[in-house]
């Protein structure tokens, strides 16, 4: 009986405090660090520093305990959890005078242990709360404390286990930095083909046409130029990841500040060479350039470079992002060398180009065909100025450019360029059509089939105003989630798939749904398919439904996630796959303007900051667990997460070489499940 008097006493005491001072931050302090006990084990050791006048309440021994601290760990973190937490010293006792019972406590440091069961290769995220109980003078205070610790793999295991994403900075330091450069210079080869890098072909040319009058200053300006592309994305790129972390390059790329200047550049460009006026620069720099050796000059091919380098990050991530992840944990000379053979490649074709820029003058003078191909790049221009407005319209949820809105200015765009083409439209530096020996005017036949594509482009992109996928162009225009109708949306079937298939069978994602669907693909708001755009819920189904789960690590201004999801995604086999035998989880890394729930914010030792919203959660998880920073990717996990594909998957519209994957990713699922 008197033990069941100082129990109800001491849970009275509990219960007012806590209700007074339960969010109160405790005045212990926490470190956290952790130990290989063995191959599958690791100890996780938390400090706890005492300040002076305070007794910490020890951790619960018995169900007698009157006062104690406890660790409580999250659903998805007990099955890491091996045995009960234990002190590293023994506790002080006395008789607690108002509850009249014996208690334990510490007035110093103390150390709490736990076993945790990780491979050499495990890294994941362990959460749960940390509940204790400390009294200072006469007064009991207890305290929750959010306990948020990430279980790394070990080096040696990083270094054996390379996730094909990003090599581990142990394994770069052994390998050539030769080998590194021409494997970046590759990577910069194929970056060329990437849209946004070909987006700025047209402003290089009509720069170095301008600005070169003779073959010495064109071969000077294109050195210029390259070697402007090379400094910038070596040293500024390499510089900002260091500095910022390995977030940084692809936070630019997508900032919607970024995306409204870019959008302000190419709208000045397109108005330019339409003929508004001419970009020069000022006269007083002509005259300084006289004295002082072409400063002037350098100055403009240098603003262009760095406009390259800056909008081709959003299109170029994919291959560079590696990179940017080693060089954020210290890796100096693998991604300096990387990023060197990167920007080397990538400059190279420009330099080769802009070496005859004289020629293109010649040409010029012969008529006024040379001004028609400005004009045409204005309208080019003024097109891809849309993507970077839409680009920001995503980011912020202006729903200014939706879907159809979108479509309807290109149909606009392309349709005047084949009225102008045909010479129907006259600006201010036209002349007329040239004139046969007849003296009427014609058309020659390439200005013809040009007018002809322009044509042929604006009417395929019409079906798109009623839900078409337009794989063609499925990287630029705003996803399908944005367009308020869409044809057959109801239906949701497609050939290779069935009705039931998909969105019977797995539940409606709940988390975050409402602010994210209008990022939804085709594939999900016409045919069915199921996305979740939190980890711990599609993890949760994964696990019900005995499918492996898919992380689609993406960004809603990716255009080679987009062309994954229009032209790969959207295959027949694939869908059938993704619907019928997988869980998938689109992550989007960019997503700055949803916030995560309070319960769900922690601080990222990964990325060095507070993670609060949908990007910062979808960044951390991607470098923490898989060393990678680029999009897209995918990477398969089991319920246990277990990778399924251990170097996953990057960027490679591939059909064949994507069902192959999915295939033997169900296989290794089913010989694990058995």
């Known amino acids: 009986m008197k033990l069941f008097f100082r129990s109800l006493t001491a849970v009275l005491l509990l219960f007012v405090l806590t209700s007074v001072s339960a969010q109160e931050k405790g005045p212990v302090q926490f470190s956290y660090a952790q130990e290989r006990l063995n191959a599958g084990e690791v100890q996780l050791k938390t400090t706890l520093l005492i300040p002076p006048g305070v007794k910490l309440y020890a ?62 290769s495990d890294s994941f995220l362990l959460k749960g709360t940390i509940n204790y109980m400390y009294k200072k003078g006469d007064q009991y205070i207890p305290v929750e404390e959010d306990l948020k610790v990430f279980v790394l793999p070990t080096k040696e295991a990083v270094a054996s286990t390379n996730t094909g994403a990003a090599d581990s900075e142990e394994t770069e330091a052994t390998r050539s930095l030769w080998w590194i450069f021409f494997t970046a210079f590759a990577g910069g080869l194929l970056a060329l083909l990437t849209p946004c890098v070909y987006a700025m072909i047209p402003v290089t040319v009509s720069f170095f046409t301008k600005r070169s009058k003779t073959k010495a200053e064109g071969i000077r300006n294109a050195l210029i130029y390259s070697a402007s592309i090379v400094f910038i994305f070596t040293l500024l790129g390499f510089l900002i990841t260091v500095i910022f972390g390995p977030a940084a390059l692809n936070l630019l790329a997508t900032n919607w500040i970024a995306n ?37 000059s350098f100055a403009g091919i240098f603003f262009m470079a760095l406009t390259l380098v800056i909008v081709s990050f959003s299109c170029t991530g994919p291959i560079i992002g590696n990179l940017l992840v080693l060089a954020a944990k210290g890796s100096y000379w693998g991604p300096l060398t990387g990023m060197f053979g990167f920007s080397t490649a990538l400059a190279l074709p420009f330099a080769l180009f802009a070496f005859f820029p004289s020629k293109l003058n010649v040409l010029g003078k012969s008529g006024g065909w040379l001004n028609g191909v400005k004009v045409t790049l204005g309208f080019l221009e003024l097109a891809l100025a849309l993507k970077f407005l839409s680009n920001a319209d995503l980011s912020q949820g202006w729903r200014i450019l939706d879907r159809e809105i979108f479509i309807s200015l290109w ?31 014609y058309l ?10 322009a044509f042929g482009f604006a009417v395929y992109m019409i079906p798109g105003l ?57 594939v999900v708001t016409k045919y069915g398919m199921v996305t979740y755009f939190d980890y711990e819920e599609a993890l949760a189904v994964a696990r019900k439904v005995k499918r492996p789960l898919m992380l689609d690590f993406t960004g809603i201004n990716c255009v080679n996630c987009r062309k994954m999801e229009g032209q ?19 992550l989007y890394v960019d997503v700055h303007r949803v916030d995560l729930q309070p319960g769900d ?51 490679d519209p591939d059909i064949k070489k994507f069902i192959q994957l999915l295939d033997g990713v169900k296989e290794a699922y089913n010989k694990k499940a058995k």
């Open 568 to 586: 790969v995604w959207s295959d027949p086999e694939v869908m059938k796959r993704l619907k019928e035998d997988f869980v998938i989880a689109s």
């Open 59 to 120: 951790l619960q021994q018995s169900e007698d305990d009157v006062l104690f601290s406890s660790i409580v760990y999250d659903s998805a973190s007990q099955r890491y959890v091996s045995g009960k937490p234990a002190a590293n010293q023994s506790a002080s006792k006395e008789n607690d005078p108002t509850l009249q019972a014996d208690v334990q406590y510490y007035t110093d440091s103390v150390t709490w242990l736990q076993t945790i069961k990780a491979k050499a």
């Open 260 to 296: 409204m200047v870019f959008f302000a550049i190419f709208l000045v460009f397109a108005f330019s060479f339409l003929g508004a006026f001419e970009i020069t620069l000022p006269s007083s720099w002509g005259n300084k350039a006289d004295t002082k050796a072409g400063m002037g």
């Open 601 to 651: 914010q922690y601080y990222s030792e990964a990325l060095g900051k507070q993670v609060e919203t949908v990007g910062d959660r979808s960044t951390d998880i991607q470098v923490s667990k898989f060393n990678a920073n680029s999009q897209p990717f995918y990477f398969f996990l089991d319920g246990n997460e277990e990778k399924l594909a251990p170097n996953g998957y990057g960027y």
């Open 444 to 453: 020659t036949v390439t200005r013809f089939m040009l007018a002809l594509t």
């Open 411 to 441: 149909i606009v765009i392309f349709m005047l360029l084949g009225v102008y083409l045909l010479g129907k439209i006259k600006f201010s530096h036209d002349d007329e059509l040239p004139k046969n020996d007849f003296g009427i005017p």
């Open 466 to 522: 009623w839900g078409a996928p337009l794989k063609g162009i499925s990287a630029f225009v705003p996803p399908m989630g944005t367009q308020d109708f869409v044809v057959g949306a109801g239906n949701k079937t497609t050939a290779g798939t069935s009705s039931t298939a998909g969105e019977s069978e797995l539940p409606h994602p709940v988390k975050y749904y409402e602010q994210m669907r209008i990022f939804e693909p085709e």
